[in-house]
T-cell receptor, first 113, second 116 residues
Framework: AQTVTQSQPEMSVQEAETVTLSCTYD???????LFWYKQPPSRQMILVIR??????QNATENRFSVNFQKAAKSFSLKISDSQLGDTAMYFC??????????FGKGTLLTVNP | DTAVSQTPKYLVTQMGNDKSIKCEQN?????MYWYKQDSKKFLKIMFS???????INETVPNRFSPKSPDKAHLNLHINSLELGDSAVYFC???????????????FGPGTRLLVL
């Protein structure tokens, strides 16, 4: 079974600075997808970014980018120019052949003014 | 226009009662899901339906029964509610089957259930 580990339960960053959230996963599959979802205090789950495992190039979405290291099974999220609205719980998720997403336990990110 | 909607948003009830949570998506998606998020924010899938067929049924007490009357709706009925059922329940949908096909899941706003 696949597992997803987020080793940082909480992090904080100053507004306008850069922060990196860690995620590692365990799988024996070769083809899969990885996702970062954001859950702000409003509780709504929002997709931030996704990565296809067969693509070498790291995904980017505006201020959000990932560092995908397939051999190391690592999938970190970098947030540049952090904004107050980035304060949220961030979940890393794995999508494989079993038609479901497996989520990590989340990292609570606080952006301080 | 809300893409994935759930009713009610909050539900407070007594132990032993039966309750339902409704979910509707207007995205034209084929697949819908129910997730449970516990007090520690851990998110775990409960059920998944694709074209009204049950695809995923995780280890969930049989007091929980999903029902999909059509592709746009997936309701969750819970019998004999227990204290441990208190959680936030999220409905989600995707165009096709999620997971290894990379389909993005779109989540509803969640239903906070409190069992007293």
């Amino acid at each position: 079974a696949q597992t997803v580990t987020q080793s940082q339960p909480e992090m904080s960053v100053q507004e306008a600075e850069t922060v990196t959230l860690s995620c590692t996963y365990d799988t024996s599959e070769n083809n899969y997808y990885l996702f970062w979802y954001k859950q702000p205090p409003s509780r709504q789950m929002i997709l931030v970014i996704r990565q296809e495992a067969y693509k070498q190039q790291n995904a980017t979405e505006n201020r959000f980018s990932v560092n995908f290291q397939k051999a190391a099974k690592s999938f970190s999220l970098k947030i540049s120019d952090s904004q107050l609205g980035d304060t949220a719980m961030y979940f890393c998720a794995y999508g494989g052949s079993n038609y479901k997403l497996t989520f990590g336990k989340g990292t609570l990110l606080t952006v301080n003014p | 226009d809300t893409a994935v909607s759930q009713t009610p948003k909050y539900l407070v009830t007594q132990m032993g009662n039966d309750k339902s949570i409704k979910c509707e998506q207007n995205l034209g998606h084929d697949t819908m899901y129910w997730y449970k998020q516990d007090s520690k924010k851990f998110l775990k899938i409960m059920f998944s339906y694709n074209n009204k067929e049950l695809i995923i049924n995780e280890t969930v007490p049989n007091r929980f029964s999903p029902k999909s009357p059509d592709k746009a709706h997936l309701n969750l009925h819970i019998n004999s509610l227990e204290l441990g059922d208190s959680a936030v329940y999220f409905c989600a949908s995707s165009q096709g089957l999620a997971g290894g096909r990379g389909e993005t899941q779109y989540f509803g706003p969640g239903t906070r259930l409190l069992v007293l």
